[in-house]
């Protein structure tokens, strides 16, 4: 396979300087057995934030043993202080294979990723429509149970449950732009229409998720209201749409 990277004038201009040598480390290292490198998430276009937001990669190869992990180890670590996120590892075989178990996850890759070098394997990426409703409850029943849980050692500290919305929101994000996908919806770039148009999909007062997720954005605490009173909204609208995507 020829070693030359592709796309490297399609990223924002600080991506670049983080990544340029980084990659040309890679390929020295691995040689033949690194088939693809994938660039996903914000550090792709507008959304990033330099100093701030993470560089996220997905590399495959043709085989992954412990001597491939270690030959990465100083890189990975040198990438660290740059933002660069260590690499997700995976085989030709094992992508092909996991699309059942991680389909939000791929999806959300699928919809904002850029390739750096060799094959896409997102271009012919199938998912099964119930792999993907099974997932999407998941989430939000395993998050449901661990809010409950970490309210109890958090709710006497207002700036504690503060973070814990904040949180908890921004890690359910994915799962609500899959749930507009299943359903058939355009899925929205801005996550302020993500949240709009889940309430008017699935029935349910998204008022309380847009407030937690502007004052994410201003760094602030929840509005004026107190946040014990935001997370007792927030989990019941949380229960609610866990039961819609049971009986879809």
């Known amino acids: 396979m020829d070693k030359k990277l592709i796309n490297t004038e399609k990223l924002p201009l600080a991506v670049k300087k983080s990544l340029s040598s980084y990659l040309e480390k890679l390929l020295e290292i691995h040689g033949d057995n690194l088939l693809t490198i994938i660039l996903y998430g914000s550090a792709t276009g ?10 996220n990669l997905l590399l495959e190869f043709q085989r992954i043993d412990l001597p491939v992990l270690k030959k990465s180890l100083k890189l990975v670590a040198q990438g660290r202080r740059r933002k660069i996120v260590a690499p997700l ?6 992508m092909e294979s996991s699309s059942d178990v991680f389909p939000i996850e791929f999806l959300e890759i699928t919809r904002n990723h850029l390739l750096l070098y060799g094959e896409d394997p997102f271009v012919n990426l199938k998912i099964n429509q119930e792999n993907l409703r099974l997932e999407c409850e998941e989430q939000l029943r395993s998050k449901l149970i661990r809010l409950r849980q970490t309210y109890l050692e958090v709710g006497l500290q207002k700036k504690g449950l ?17 749930m507009l996908y299943f359903k058939g ?5 801005k996550k302020e229409q ?4 889940l309430g008017e999909e699935f029935a349910i007062d998204s008022k309380t998720f847009l407030a937690i997720w502007q004052d ?3 760094n602030n605490l929840i509005g004026q209201e107190d946040a014990e009173i935001v997370f007792g909204r927030y989990i019941d609208e949380l229960f609610k749409l866990t039961e819609s995507v049971d009986k879809l």
């Open 46 to 55: 507008k959304d990033f934030i330099p100093g701030s937001s993470d560089i």
């Open 89 to 94: 590892f995976f085989t030709k075989e094992y």
């Open 162 to 178: 503060d973070r814990l919305l904040k949180n908890s929101l921004t890690s359910l994000i994915p799962v609500f732009r899959n």
């Open 185 to 189: 919806k355009v899925v929205p770039h």
């Open 194 to 197: 993500v949240l709009n148009d």
């Open 216 to 218: 994410k954005k201003d």
